[in-house]
């Protein structure tokens, strides 16, 4: 089988095309999983498997770790934000538009 | 290069940190996502909508002057073209706006009209008679005055009986003591003999309180056999109410007995609106839910909005007015080209009157509402569709720029997904304890009550409880472990390093003079110790030579 020069070229700007149509579809699934996210009812599916660790363990062990989990969880998420805020602001590519911000800001 | 790779990084960031966070915080639940520049035709519509709902409810609260109430309504449409560019902002509130937000709107809508035009109906119906009208009766009037005792009207006032008989009476307050009752019946401009009456109102005493405010009611009855007069004085200062009937019996007269009797059919009585339901029976919602509008496409929302039909809504909506105003008429009087049929009787010329200036109210008010109308239509089908057939056909290359949007989808995903996880954290102990997992296992769960009831023997306690407090013990040990560390670390100080020192310290204290070092090394050793020691060195100790220190093997 033989292509010339052109076939070849279209072929290619084919392939290029279908590759670029794909993008739509899969923004259109992302859009679609965002809104699934955002409605979906992830405490109903835990509730089962929660529930019976809480019925089996007791309330007061349930309460005390689910407790020190959450406190560890927000302490975890305040250093991560600290650390994050400390990158931004110490990162050289953030430097100018802090300068200009500060500019525009007054600062 | 540089420059534009900087530009779109930056205007990344910016969305980002404007538009996700913000949104998610807020809960909005639409397609916020979604492009913003293609929702034009859908977003004029629901503009228009809530112009509509607004501008009426706006005059509804505010106007009641119709000029100003339209201008506003333009000049609020004509607003809300100024700021289409952000219609990704408004699409939330739009959407909520017509699914629950429209129905409330209306019914305000139509609570208004209804206590409008009871105010307009209570002027239009007179009060009650104070007495009912008695058999072979064939002449009523009935009076009503309000206000000061002696500015009362004391003219004849003349009722018409039929066949040239007319009946004259009047009030008049002489001598300033007490109300007298002047009747008199007349032929052709002549009292006829015995048919005159003059009698004090005995049951009230005017005396000084001719200047009071009050309120007179009374009726006037003539029949073949009597003259009966009823009558009624409330005065508002001293709050007291005082009735009487003057009663005069006459002797029948030729000519009269011709004339017919008044039934009771002939006194119309207007019913209060509150009688009289509106139906409210339309579909005034689109039958659709904001979970079912999320992630559709411009496409596929437009099919389901006409699936329920988008326009017959508004249509509805905008007739809205219209029909409660046409509803709100008793069934049996119509009104047509200002004329209103229905009412019989003299009695009601003032009604005739009243309601002609009313229906010519209405008719005003139908007028604005069909230029509104007319208006809103023009709005939605613009005669000329904005840029969406020129230009050049891109193909699929303009699908291109979909690669930034996934990539914007992909972390406002990620982001999402950690907040729900936080909020799913949160809400965590929100769930009550349950045995959904041994439905299908009862054994299973009949073992664990039993273990969790059991007592131990000799001591009142299960093993449930003798779990849980090994669990605190073992959690607080871990607790204050933790904390120790925090506070090694806190001040810098390496625990295993200090135990070391502090068991280093404990030897040289308990066996110095038992094991002495044999050798140098041994003797660095020992006078490091001795410098570690946190009372500092021991100064007698370090001014000793070696052989002093260590002995014959120094």
Known sequence: MTFNFLDLFNMFLNAIGDIIANFSLVRAQLELALANINTFDFTGIITPYVGTIRYVCGELIFNVTIRTIQIAIFIGIAKAGYQLVHMLTSSALIEKPMKILKNFIGL | ?554
């Open chain 2, 1 to 554: 290069m540089k420059k534009i790779k900087k530009i779109i990084a930056i205007i990344l960031i910016i969305q980002m940190i404007l538009i996700s966070p913000l949104s998610v915080y807020f809960g909005v639940k639409n397609n916020v996502y979604a492009e913003p520049f293609v929702l034009t035709g859908l977003s004029m519509k629901f503009i228009a909508t809530v112009c509509a709902s607004l501008g009426i409810l706006a005059f509804i609260t505010e106007n009641m002057d119709f000029e100003d109430f339209y201008n506003g309504f333009i000049e609020f449409v004509e607003d809300v073209k100024g700021v289409l560019d952000f219609q990704q902002d408004l699409i939330s509130t739009i959407v909520n706006a017509i699914i629950t937000s429209t129905k409330i709107e209306i019914l305000t809508i139509v609570e208004y009209i209804k206590e409008y035009f009871n105010s307009i109906v209570e002027e239009l119906v007179p009060e009650p008679d104070i007495v009912e009208t008695y058999p072979g009766v064939k002449a009523i009037h009935n009076r009503n005055y309000e206000g000061q005792l002696d500015l009362i009207e004391t003219n004849y006032i003349e009722v018409e009986i039929g066949n040239g008989y007319v009946l004259n009476y009047r009030l008049d307050y002489q001598t300033g003591i007490k109300f007298k009752f002047l009747a008199n019946v007349q032929y052709n401009g002549t009292t006829v003999d015995g048919y005159s009456i003059n009698k004090w109102l005995t049951d009230y005493p005017l005396g000084d309180k001719r200047t009071d405010d009050a309120k007179f009611m009374s009726k006037i009855q003539f029949s073949d056999e009597s003259i009966i007069f009823d009558w009624i004085l409330v005065n508002y200062k001293t709050n007291q109410m005082f009735e009487g009937n003057i009663t005069e019996e006459i002797e029948p007269l030729i000519g009269l007995s011709d004339i017919p009797e008044l039934s009771t059919g002939d006194e119309v009585t207007i019913p209060k609106i509150q009688s009289t339901p509106i139906s409210l029976a339309l579909p005034w919602d689109l039958d659709i839910d904001t979970e079912d509008v999320l992630g559709l496409d411009e496409d596929s929302f437009l099919e389901m909005i006409n699936n329920e039909s988008l326009e017959n809504y508004l249509d509805r909506l905008l007739d809205l007015p219209k029909s409660v105003t046409d509803s709100i008429y008793p069934p049996d009087i119509t009104i047509e080209d200002g004329e209103i049929s229905g009412v019989e009787g003299t009695t009601w010329d003032d009604v005739l009157v009243e309601g002609k200036e009313h229906t010519t109210l209405l008719e005003r008010i139908a007028d604005r509402i069909d230029i509104i109308s007319t208006d809103i239509k023009k709005f939605f089908n613009p005669d000329t569709t904005p840029d969406d057939d020129n230009g050049i056909d891109w193909g699929n290359f303009k699908n291109f720029f979909d690669i930034f949007w996934i990539f914007y989808y992909l972390i406002i995903i990620a982001i999402l997904l950690l907040v729900k996880f936080l909020a799913v954290v949160m809400d965590i102990l929100s769930i009550p304890a349950n045995t959904a997992l041994f439905d299908s296992y009862p054994t299973i769960l009949q073992g664990i009550n039993y273990i969790k009831g059991l007592k131990v023997g000799g001591f009142n306690i299960t093993l449930q409880q003798i779990f849980e407090y090994m669990f605190m013990v073992f959690f607080f040990i871990y607790i204050v472990t933790t904390l120790q560390k925090l506070y090694h670390v806190f001040t810098g100080v390496e625990r295993q390093e200090l135990r070391h020192n502090q068991r280093d310290i404990q030897i040289d204290k308990t066996s110095f003079s038992n094991e002495i070092p044999s050798n140098i090394y041994n003797k660095k050793i020992y006078d490091n110790i001795i410098m570690r020691d946190p009372k500092g060195p021991d100064e007698e100790y370090m001014n000793l030579s070696d052989e002093e220190k260590f002995g014959r093997d120094g």
